[in-house]
């Protein structure tokens, strides 16, 4: 199964962050529990926050646990915050934002919010491309920066 199918599947039970993480998982060597714990806050913009798109915070822990050796590192700190830039200027250029709240354009943390989010089918309208997006443009950077 391609990944972005993998993580648009783990999508329909888990958030975003989690189902981007998780579908890298096992190159990463790190199993689903590891995973599920690590990304679960980041998950509609931060715990529902609808800051930066979980599915792009989840890239962004791949990236990082790809290509980050340690923090003493510079110039490896400085690839990672490379990549991590690119990965935002592509996933905006496809998007038109990396904020959740824009991309839904409605408040989740009102009652008001969730019920159209959910009388608009739009976790999987634009929520299930994001994550699909985001898996995509990792994937292409990761076998661009091997």
């Known amino acids: 199964m391609k990944k972005e199918d993998y ?5 329909t039970d ?5 189902s981007v993480l998780t579908a890298f998982g096992e190159e990463l060597g790190l199993d689903e529990d590891t995973t599920m714990k690590i990304a679960i806050a980041f998950g509609s913009g931060m715990a529902r926050n609808q800051h ?3 599915a792009l915070t989840g ?4 990236l990082g646990m790809k290509f980050g ?5 510079e ?3 400085e690839k990672v915050y490379r990549l991590t830039n690119v990965l935002m200027d592509e996933f905006k250029s496809i998007k038109g934002t990396l904020n959740c709240r824009e991309l839904l354009g409605f408040d989740m943390k009102t009652e008001e919010g ?5 009388r608009l089918n739009l976790r999987k309208t634009i929520c299930d491309k994001c994550v ?4 995509l443009i990792t994937e292409k950077m990761i076998s661009e920066n091997e």
């Open 7 to 11: 993580a648009a599947a783990l999508y």
């Open 14 to 18: 888990y958030n975003c962050s989690q």
């Open 52 to 54: 930066i798109c979980g």
């Open 59 to 62: 890239a962004m822990m791949v």
């Open 69 to 73: 050796i340690d923090d003493e590192d």
């Open 75 to 77: 110039l490896q700190k």
């Open 114 to 118: 969730k019920s159209e989010i959910k």
């Open 132 to 135: 699909r997006d985001a898996v």
